[in-house]
Every structure is written in C-alpha cells, then in structure tokens.
C-alpha cells in the first residue's frame, strides 16, 4: 500500500482493505463545475481507481470565483480537459476519462453503465431527472447534491433496503422544469456540499458510516444549521 494514503488507512473504517476498494472503485462525476470541482479532487486524492468527467462546458472567469479546479491560463479551454490535467498532477494513479459532451437520453445509458456510482455536479433539473432515471434502471447509486446561494443539500438515490429516486424527493416534474434555477452563489458553498457528496462516495464504497439514503441533509451556511428530513 503506498505511503501516501497512510493518514486514511489508519483509520479502522477505511484500512487497507478500504482503500483496495477505492482503487477498484469506478465513479462517474456529471458537471465538472463549482460541486465537480471539490468533488473531483478529493476523491482522486482519496485513490478513487477511475473517474469519469462529463461536461460539455469551457472555463470562463466567472467561474473562478467557485471552480477551484481551474486557472485564469484556461479561461476558454475545455473544462473535462483542464479538469483531467490538474488531477492528473495530484494523483497519477487515477485514471481519468473525460466526455466533452452534454449527459443527454441518447448517451446516459452507455456512459452511466460503465461506473459503480454517479455523482451530480449539474445544475438543471432535467439532467438530475435524467439522471435519476437512468442510474435506477441500471442499479446505480445516484450521490447528488444541489446548492443556491448559501445553502445546499445532499442526498443519494438508488442505495440501501429502501431505495428512493429523485422523483420521491421531487415529484412534480412539470413543476421542476418551469422553474429557473438561481445562479447566485458564494464560492464556499458548493466547497462544502461537494465535499459532503465526495464523503457519502467513501462511505459506500468503503462500506462504513450512515449513508445518506432516504435522508436528505441540508445546510444554511449563514447560520450553520443542518438538517436531515426523512423522505
């Protein structure tokens, strides 16, 4: 086991047989933008064995203020590929596979197949629905996290002895969709809630802690308050 995981293979939940698992494990992470940004670099820092980047976007100087993957030097280039180099630079013995595309009905299918877990890092309601969809058919837990402003909240789908979806926590598509989500956000909070979705990542694939199935945790970074509602 190399030395660079020593700090988490001492701790009983994770050990070496823990971070054999993280080695092994598959993850595919969907918006590579302020929540794929924290989510992507601790969990290659973490050993995660293969990840995948999906994001059809290029980095702008707006996004700075959140996305800490990035640089001014790559305002304009691709972000899976900027995304792909800077993990790359902190752990070598992550794969990393990148699709500079948008997840869309005719691609979810193939792509989602091919990991263990999915992570949301979008930011529109008819990716999550998709996602959701696609991911409870094929038997894959769905870590999604979704942030406004100060506030954010965590939850994973498709895991557990009660599965929920999505669409248990959020039913009323037609309603969801005409709705416009509110770009407004300080940098910190999706640091905080990307981080949260890397967290449950570990828990499932390591098997320790209370995963986040059936429970969705929110936090108000103005007050510091949490939640977990059962649903």
Known sequence: MTSRYTRQTALPEIGETGQERLSRARVLIIGVGGLGAPIALYLTAAGIGTIGLIDDDVVSLSNLQRQVLYS??????????????RLHELNSQTSIHTYQTRLTRLNAEKLIAEYDIVIDGCDNFTTRYLISDVSSRLGKPYVYGAIQGFEGQVSVFNYGKQPRTYRDLYPAEANMLQLTP???????????????????????VCGYGDVLSEKLWTIDLRTLQTYQLAF
């Open 72 to 85: 001014e030097a790559e305002v304009g280039q691709p972000k899976v590929i900027c995304a792909a180099r």
């Open 182 to 204: 509110d770009s407004s956000v300080i940098g910190i909070t999706p640091a905080v809630v990307g981080s949260m979705e890397a967290n449950e990542v570990l828990k499932i």
